[in-house]
């Protein structure tokens, strides 16, 4: 019965939780955006936690396996990246969690090969949600041109992107895109002052 009680109180926990999303292709400047929100909100009082599936434990043993093979296998590879992290998050005390990515990236990046796979990863992400009872307050994305997305990343880097990167780019562009009536966009090709204040903005209604 304890066992019960006490997963009964990690779901509510989990439930209280308030989530927001931030996507956007790289070069976006998606992961610079976080940190300054999350500073805002520390700055308030406020208890934040960043998650990031890539820097999952998981997914550094799984590898190249979530970049190659068949999209089925990536996208069942990443469903269960989410589990897990989902599960940390279960065990973190802080309110607010930022995702740095979620559900439409799985679309923007996964889906590529095969547009065969947009409906069934949406449907596989939905009933994980489902399973765990929760729903992200907010999903943000950051929509931006894509030779200014390839500029800021050579600059970054110090390398071209490739053509085949390009090719990546665009793509998960257009299918992030697809989706934006299910997300607030923001113009990212502003300076990172004004993209910051639009995002504050955004978060302040919600939470």
Same mark, same amino acid.
């Given at each position: ?95 607010? &969690? ?25 449907? &596989? ?38 053509? /085949? ?11 992030? /895109? ?19 204040? /639009? ?6 209604? &919600?939470?």
């Amino acid at each position: 019965m304890n066992k019960l009680v006490k997963q009964y109180e990690k779901e509510k926990m989990l439930k209280d939780k308030k989530i927001i999303v931030l996507e956007g292709i790289d070069g976006s400047g998606k992961t610079s955006q976080i940190l300054r929100l999350k500073n805002t909100l520390k700055n308030q009082g406020r208890n934040v936690k960043i998650m990031c599936e890539s820097k999952n434990k998981l997914a550094e043993n799984l590898g190249n396996n979530l970049k190659e093979g068949e999209s089925l296998k990536q996208m069942l590879l990443f469903g269960a990246l989410r589990v897990e992290t989902i599960k940390d998050m279960l065990k973190s005390e802080e309110e607010i &969690v930022i995702y740095d990515r979620f559900i439409l990236s799985s679309i923007a990046y996964q889906c590529q090969k095969d547009i065969r796979m947009e409906v069934i990863t949406k449907r &596989v992400n939905e009933l994980i949600l489902s399973f765990y009872g929760i729903k992200p307050l907010l999903t943000i994305y950051l929509n931006i041109e894509l030779q200014e997305a390839i500029k800021r990343i050579e600059n970054r880097e110090k390398i071209k992107v490739s053509k /085949e990167e390009e090719k990546i780019l665009k793509k998960a562009k257009l299918l992030y /895109e697809k989706h934006s009536n299910e997300m607030k966009v923001i113009n990212s090709n502003q300076t990172i002052e004004e993209v910051s204040s /639009e995002i504050e903005k955004l978060v302040k209604n &919600v939470i």
